[in-house]
T-cell receptor, first 116, second 114 residues
Framework: DVKVTQSSRYLVKRTGEKVFLECVQD?????MFWYRQDPGLGLRLIYF???????EKGDIPEGYSVSREKKERFSLILESASTNQTSMYLC???????????????FGSGTQLSVL | KNQVEQSPQSLIILEGKNCTLQ??????????LRWYKQDTGRGPVSLTI?????NTKSNGRYTATLDADTKQSSLHITASQLSDSASYIC?????????????FGAGTRLAVHP
């Protein structure tokens, strides 16, 4: 089974801190994604990557950056955490660049980040 | 305006009963429609994936249906179990898009009580 591992289940940070969220997948997938999930809203894409050292902005990239130095690892960085970044962050991976028929998107368990 | 709307927002049923969750979408054309199950504190897990030309797809006690004419999908859960308590998320993939274009509904939170 594909395993997408997020390094922390819960994080509490102070406003202004630099925050790193780590994600590792073990199936040699090309694509990796970072979403945030807030109550009453659908998942929103922050950033994604189709290849090592490659990144593209999603729908809500402001206040975030990412790093993909190795194929299996995709990091989300909050340069200066703010209270409105309190959220559940979900990492996901998929084998191919396009969402092919019958192909799944695999999610990690999520990191609940609280910024105080 | 949300392009994928789910109803109800939340639902409580008794163990053993059936239930149906709804998903209305405006995305057109689309490539496929997906249903995910998300347990509390966990990431979503894929239940079904249907292309625009499919009408129904089953996965055990879960059956998804799709009516492309009315732009509606439903997820039917048969003989519910306590472990079905979760959020269920409808996701539409536009025809022109890759994974970066997936549109997620806000989900329906289901609670199954003994």
């Amino acid at each position: 089974d594909v395993k997408v591992t997020q390094s922390s289940r819960y994080l509490v940070k102070r406003t202004g801190e630099k925050v790193f969220l780590e994600c590792v997948q073990d199936m040699d997938h090309e694509n990796m994604f970072w979403y945030r999930q807030d109550p009453g809203l659908g998942l929103r894409l922050i950033y994604f990557s189709y290849d090592v050292k490659m990144k593209e902005k999603g729908d809500i990239p402001e206040g975030y950056s990412v790093s993909r130095e190795k194929k299996e690892r995709f990091s989300l960085i909050l340069e200066s955490a703010s209270t409105n970044q309190t959220s559940m962050y979900l990492c996901a991976s998929s084998p191919y660049r396009r969402a092919r028929e019958g192909e799944k998107l695999f999610f990690g368990s999520g990191t609940q980040l609280s910024v105080l | 305006k949300n392009q994928v709307e789910q109803s109800p927002q939340s639902l409580i049923i008794l163990e053993g009963k059936n239930c149906t969750l709804q998903c209305n979408y405006t995305v057109s054309p689309f490539s496929n429609l997906r249903w995910y199950k998300q347990d509390t504190g966990r990431g979503p897990v894929s239940l079904t994936i249907m292309t625009f030309s499919e009408n129904t797809k089953s996965n055990g006690r879960y059956t998804a249906t799709l009516d492309a004419d009315t732009k509606q999908s439903s997820l039917h859960i048969t003989a519910s179990q306590l472990s079905d308590s979760a959020s269920y998320i409808c996701v539409v993939n536009p025809l022109s898009g890759g994974y970066n274009k997936l549109i997620f509904g806000a989900g329906t939170r289901l609670a199954v009580h003994p």
